[in-house]
Each structure stands twice: as structure tokens, then as C-alpha cells.
């Protein structure tokens, strides 16, 4: 069972019942962040044991949000693969490099994550339709878990996203609108027409359960290094569900008494045609502002300004890390490095991970003791024309 306890405002402090459909914090403009109990399941749950469950996301249920297993719905996300990069670790004179390999996820990202526990709790709430503006993955993971679970899905999203997901927005059987602009015109058309109809939204951070499915991330990633953190993480940062999910991980993990108090340095990866993260921690402030005229190949990152932005710079700074930017031509020569040197097609956004690592060991920033983890979110296939 769920040991799911309530909602918290990580501004304000305020707490909201998480029995009753639940968006964000209306008086700080922020995310709500689901809170368990912990000091139960320290007395109570076993971490060997979970290794013994069928594979997959829902094997963490005592620490995610959904109470009758009834409305789990599945598609056999999660347990990915941790992969070593031997060749290039070398080459960057590093000891240890490993990608976490989201790409293998049901629809092809680690969107799938998110959107099965977000469309499983809100169905278990009594939600039975759903919208969401995305860049073109994360429209078609509610799609398909929409379907899934036989409920309907409503996706806007800019009219020059990849081909691929607008196919896969359709062919799951959702209802797909095209929008001029970038993701924060889908995002206000998705917005007029949630209020209007009354259909839930699930944007990013705008409802609280996206985060708890991508913080399973955190928790395979630490099980499979033997219950040990790595130095550093890297990871491509267009919204931050991940980035903010795994820290939230890693302090539950803690909190249940399974890990020690040391945790790795966040790294957040840009590319230099919208890296509000980036200018936000060079200038020091204290919120991100909006990134004007943002362009890139990689579209999960083509992100102006993402709304969990106190989160994501407390991550940053709290674990001692970084943001970097990375130009389009890395990117594209970290994408073919990682094909042609490991056999790995990683997507634009996770390649600009390993761009962003060079840049790191390059100045010093990283040491070749370190052990590092870069996350790909995305198979290459989807991108291939």
C-alpha cells in the first residue's frame, strides 16, 4: 500500500490533503510535493525485498502516490538500464562514466514515468480527462497512458514539433492541437481550455505527481550502485521534473535510513539557444526569468521558463552544483560519439549531457576520480528522418 500522507508547499509550508484532487499552491505559484511516511516504512520495509517484485516502476509502491493497485496502469516503464561508457570515459580521462538509459521506456522517453503515475492517481481521484501543452514527447505519453487506462487525452502542442510524436499523439487516439509559438503558448491555450472544460491538466509541476513517477529514477539509480550515490549527476534540464524528482529521492531514501547523508552535485544542461537555468545561476538570482526567442534541436529543452524554478535552483545550489550551456554542434558530435564509440542512439537532450560533461572535465570542474551519471531521456530512434 501507498504510505502517501498528504501535499506540502515547499514555499509557504502549507499543507493540502492528498485524498482530494489537488493542483499546485495558488498563493506561492508553486508545486506541490507529495510527502509520505517514512518513519513508518523504515520499520516496516525491506530494501532487499524489493529487488524480489516484478520488475518495473510500480515496485516502489509503498513510497508513490496510488492506494488501490486497481488503478496502477502500466506499460512497463521504468528499470532501465545503467550503462558504462568505457571508450569515452577514457578519452575524457575518467575512471567511471555510466548512462542512465531512459530511451528503452514505454514511448520512447522518461516521460512515460511521469504520466503513468499522474493519469493512475488522478483516474484513482476520478479524473477521466485529461490535457497537457508539451514540446512532443511527454503529449505522447499521455496519449498512450490515457489509452491505457481508457480514458480521454487532450494534447497541445507547437506546431513544429517532431513529426514522430504527433503521430503518436494519434495513432494512441487523443485529440491533438497544433499551436504557433513554443511550449508556453501551448501551455496558456492548454490552460484556457482546462478551465473551460473541466478537463485536468497535468503540465509540468502543475499537478503533483509527474515528479513522484521520475523520481523512481533516483531510486534505480542508487539501488543499482549497491545503495551508494555517485559524485555527479548530469542531466538535461528543460522543465526539471527529474532533477527535482531525484532529489526528492534521495532524501526519502535517506529519511528511510538507506542511504548516508552525502549527495552528489546536480548538473543542469542548457543548450545555448534557451539555457534560462544557466543564466539564472550565473547571475545568482533567486527565480529564472524568461528566455527570449528560445531555439534548439533538442525540443525538450526548448523550454523559456520552467515553473518549478525555486526548485530547481535550490537543487543546484543545495547539492553544490552547476549549470552549464552547450552549443548545437556539441550536442550533435556528443549524439554521434555516443552511437558510433559506445552504440548508444541517445536523443538530442541526453547527448547534450555528455557535451556538457567535456565542458566540466575540461575545466576542472570534474575530476577523473569522480563517478558521474549522465541521463539520456529519449531513444535517437525517434528523432531519425
Known amino acids: 500500500m501507498s504510505a502517501l500522507l498528504g501535499l506540502i508547499c515547499p514555499q509557504c509550508r502549507n499543507r493540502f490533503e492528498a485524498s482530494q484532487l489537488q493542483r499546485d499552491c495558488s498563493n506561492c505559484a508553486s508545486p506541490l510535493l507529495a510527502r509520505y511516511d517514512t518513519a513508518m516504512l523504515a520499520n516496516r520495509l525491506d530494501r532487499k525485498a524489493l529487488a524480489n517484485r516484478p520488475a518495473g516502476l510500480w515496485r516502489w509502491a509503498e513510497l508513490l502516490p496510488v492506494g488501490n493497485p486497481a488503478f496502477r496502469f502500466s506499460l512497463g516503464e521504468g528499470d532501465t538500464p545503467l550503462l558504462t561508457l568505457p571508450r569515452l570515459a577514457e578519452e575524457m580521462g575518467m575512471g567511471t562514466v555510466l548512462l542512465k538509459d531512459e530511451g528503452v521506456n514505454p514511448t520512447g522517453t522518461f516521460k512515460a514515468r511521469g504520466l503513468a503515475t499522474a493519469v493512475s492517481r488522478a483516474a484513482e481521484l476520478g479524473i477521466r480527462e485529461f490535457v497537457i501543452p508539451t514540446a512532443g514527447n511527454a503529449g505522447a505519453a499521455l496519449a498512450a497512458y490515457a489509452a491505457r487506462a481508457g480514458l480521454k487525452a487532450h494534447v497541445f502542442m507547437p506546431e513544429d514539433a517532431p513529426q514522430v510524436n504527433q503521430a503518436e499523439v494519434r495513432a494512441a487516439g487523443a485529440d491533438l492541437h497544433l499551436v504557433p509559438g513554443l511550449i508556453d503558448q501551448a501551455g496558456k491555450q492548454a490552460a484556457e481550455q482546462a478551465h473551460s472544460k ?11 505527481y509527474r515528479v513522484e513517477g521520475k523520481k523512481t529514477m533516483g531510486f534505480e539509480l542508487v539501488e543499482a550502485l549497491g545503495w551508494e550515490l555517485p559524485e555527479v549527476i548530469i542531466y538535461p534540464t528543460g522543465g526539471g521534473t527529474g532533477l527535482v524528482g531525484m532529489w526528492k529521492a534521495f532524501t526519502e531514501l535517506r529519511e528511510l535510513g538507506w542511504i548516508n547523508q552525502t549527495r552528489p552535485r546536480f548538473v543542469s544542461v542548457q543548450p545555448v539557444g534557451c539555457a534560462p537555468v544557466v543564466r539564472a545561476m550565473e547571475l545568482g538570482t533567486e527565480r529564472i526569468a524568461p528566455w527570449e526567442h528560445a531555439t534548439t534541436r533538442a525540443h525538450g529543452l526548448r523550454v523559456p521558463k520552467p515553473y518549478a524554478d525555486r526548485l530547481i535552483l535550490q537543487v543546484l545550489r543545495e547539492s553544490g552544483g552547476t549549470a552549464v550551456a552547450v552549443e548545437e554542434q556539441e550536442i550533435q558530435s556528443a549524439q554521434e560519439d555516443l552511437a558510433q564509440r559506445e552504440g548508444i542512439l541517445t536523443c538530442l537532450e541526453g547527448a547534450a549531457t555528455l557535451a556538457g560533461l567535456r565542458k566540466l572535465v575540461r575545466s576542472g570542474w570534474v575530476t577523473g576520480e ?14 531519425l528522418s
Open 370 to 383: 569522480e563517478r558521474v551519471v549522465l541521463f539520456n531521456t529519449g531513444s535517437g530512434l525517434k528523432y
Open 198 to 208: 473541466d478537463w485536468f491538466d497535468v503540465s509540468t509541476f502543475k499537478e503533483p
